[in-house]
């Protein structure tokens, strides 16, 4: 899978697509507002009055694991609920049997491949906008993470578990292959912000302003159009597609399933926790 290629949500305006199921994401983006806002305004008191902002907010066209502006061309760098997509599935996972994820049953060598995948795709990220930001250039990201070190805390990744148990029963049912299944894994990490710390140190290009955890609940987009499996749908469909093919699989027929498995877990609401880990940094040199 060329993640890069395959890496966008549901597109246009339908029932399915992300700009009609993205409320969640909007309201993070509100709840982090106020770091941005106070990014923008110290990098502004520092501006002479007739220098023009240059601003990206990335996540739209090219991979940002690649080199994508000139050198010292960006004031500031915005991005949300993007960057725990890693660039690749981790090398070395073939062990993770029964999951599509990380979860408490995944061997420690999966979750350190995991780890390490993450690792090295943000330090890349890292040097690339480096090259890119002026100096004293702002940059504010919020990833989906953790909230502290326990691999095992549920979270947004308990959304991916409900998938692995849609995907088992379609296999009972022969609707799909198991061995197809096996072989799938998301290209996702959610790090806790010591992790992300810690790289950010390691890599040595940005000072750390602010550092800071919010959460939201799945059920919190009380929306009455708002529907948790369309929602889901919207950034799960392209991967499923990409992987599966939509002949193999039949998407709608996989949603219906989706939404039964979250009919007969009464607490799937509940349990879905986003961690949202924003860092506010500042180029060195
Ligand atoms: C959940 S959406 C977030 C979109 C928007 N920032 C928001 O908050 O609603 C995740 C976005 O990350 C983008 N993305 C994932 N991996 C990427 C990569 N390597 N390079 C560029 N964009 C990437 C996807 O294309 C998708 O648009």
Redesign the pocket.
């Known amino acids: 899978m060329e993640v890069?290629k395959v890496?966008?949500?549901n597109g246009g305006m339908g029932d399915a697509s992300?700009a009609k199921n993205?409320l969640l994401?909007q309201k993070v983006?509100l709840m982090t507002k106020s770091i941005t806002d106070e990014a923008i305004s110290s990098l502004y008191n520092n501006l002479s009055s007739r220098e023009t902002i240059c601003i990206a907010?990335?996540?739209?066209a090219?991979?940002?694991?690649t080199r994508l502006f000139p050198s010292n061309s960006l004031h500031f760098v915005h991005?949300?609920?993007?960057l725990h997509?890693l660039?690749q599935v981790p090398d070395g996972i073939k062990n993770n049997k029964g999951n599509i994820y990380l979860t408490s049953t995944s061997p420690a060598s999966v979750h350190k491949a995991y780890y390490e995948q993450f690792e090295r795709d943000f330090v890349t990220f890292l040097k690339y906008r480096s090259e890119e930001l002026m100096k004293n250039g702002r940059m504010v990201l919020t990833m989906l993470g953790r909230k502290n070190e326990d691999r095992f805390s549920q979270g947004c990744s308990y959304e991916w578990e409900l998938l692995a148990t849609t995907l088992k029963l379609l296999i009972a049912q022969e609707s799909i292959d198991a061995e197809k299944v096996d072989s799938f894994n998301v290209p996702a990490y959610n790090p806790s912000p010591s992790e992300v710390m810690h790289i950010v140190e390691k890599e040595r290009s940005f000072t750390i302003d602010i550092l800071k955890t919010s959460e939201i609940q799945r059920n919190s987009c009380d929306d009455e159009k708002y529907d948790m499996a369309k929602s889901f749908r919207s950034?799960a469909e392209p991967l499923l597609v990409s992987h599966f093919g939509h002949d193999e699989l039949n998407m709608d027929q996989v949603f219906h399933k989706y939404n039964q498995v979250i009919a007969n877990d009464r607490k799937a609401m509940e349990k879905i926790m986003f961690v949202n880990v924003t860092i506010s940094l500042t180029k060195i040199n």
């Open positions: 890069t890496l966008h949500m992300y993205s994401q983006i907010d990335l996540g739209v090219g991979s940002f694991y991005s949300s609920y993007s997509w660039s950034v």
